[in-house]
């Protein structure tokens, strides 16, 4: 491509904008501002109205896309989503304890299961002080008030310096030698002591630092034996070294059996359970035919599947 040909792209790809930004506001308008998220029970968040006004500045374009992203959650993870509903229903986990959901970003999972939750708490940890706004703004518009709102970069160890890469729906953190003003915490630090022993379930999507994560949240997982829940790519070696960690501390891991849709081909979500106890039996949609409620297998066999390292 010359170097006009690049130039007239980057021209037309500007003039686009305002009609991508347009649709999406035609979409949040035809759904009423809100997200329904049926296999939570139809549970429904309301989200901030934004209008034409708003796709004439970066920020406003931001809003419009993390309000209209919020609306296609439902339609993302649903084995996930039907599998930790079930767990609740089942009294596998408890409306009374609380939850970690780290890497939160617009708040679609904390908010969801905060409103799910009887006594129990949410904390929500992102890295990305724009997106945990919205987590919170949307949070106030809902009513919801059993959510603990964190800014954190979370790691093995704290105080390392970090950069970050990555754009709106997806944002990456690498340690670096540099001096950064980005610094890492641990989740030990983060979750107040008085709730040790109060995690039941422990959900991380972090975006390649799952096991940094994994690592600095030895005493959290100690204390509580929390349902733990993570994303990773499973051509990577991370995911091999978290099973290990897991299985060394009397975890069972299993994956969910689902593709994901819009992420890369070998992105997949785990799901461990302490093995000191009972594991419990999740009900296996029927997979014979690809797709069933909206759950784009990975393979035939069971809703989830026993990994080991």
Not at 36 to 61: A, H, M, Y
Not at 121 to 150: D, H, P, Q
Not at 192 to 208: A, K, N, T
Request: glycine letters at 6%; a neutral charge.
């Amino acid at each position: 491509m010359t170097g006009k040909m690049r130039y007239l792209k980057k021209i037309g790809d500007i003039l686009l904008i305002p009609l991508r930004f347009k649709r999406q506001l035609s979409i949040l308008k035809s759904k009423g501002y809100k997200a329904i998220f049926e296999s939570e029970g139809g549970i429904e968040i309301n989200l901030p109205k934004v209008s034409l006004q708003n796709i004439f500045t970066k920020s406003g374009r931001n809003k419009v896309f993390k309000a209209f992203m919020f609306t296609e959650r439902p339609k993302v993870e649903p084995l996930l989503r039907k599998i930790v509903n079930e767990l609740f229903q089942i009294g596998y986990l408890n409306y009374d304890k609380s939850i970690i959901d780290i890497g939160c970003w617009i708040g679609d999972n904390s908010l969801v299961w905060a409103k799910m939750l009887k006594k129990g708490r949410v904390f929500a940890i992102e890295g990305i002080s724009e997106s945990l706004k919205f987590a919170s703004e949307t949070a106030m518009l809902n009513n919801i008030n059993n959510v603990n709102f964190t800014y954190a970069i979370c790691a093995d160890v704290s105080d390392l310096s970090v950069i970050s890469s990555g754009s709106q729906s997806g944002t990456y953190f690498k340690q670096t030698d540099l001096e950064s003003r980005l610094r890492t915490t641990t989740i030990d630090k983060v979750i107040p002591i008085d709730y040790y022993g109060d995690i039941d379930l422990f959900h991380i999507d972090v975006e390649g630092f799952e096991e940094k994560v994994i690592l600095g949240a030895k005493n959290v997982i100690e204390s509580s034996r929390p349902v733990i829940i993570f994303e990773q790519h499973i051509s990577s070696q991370n995911v091999g070294i978290i099973i290990s960690f897991l299985e060394k501390i009397d975890y069972k891991i299993f994956m969910i059996n689902e593709v994901l849709p819009g992420n890369e081909w070998d992105c997949r979500n785990f799901i461990a359970f302490d093995s000191r106890k009972p594991l419990p039996q999740v009900t296996n949609l029927d997979n014979s035919k690809g797709i069933e409620n909206n759950v784009f297998f990975a393979t035939l066999g069971s809703s989830i599947i026993e990994v080991d390292s």
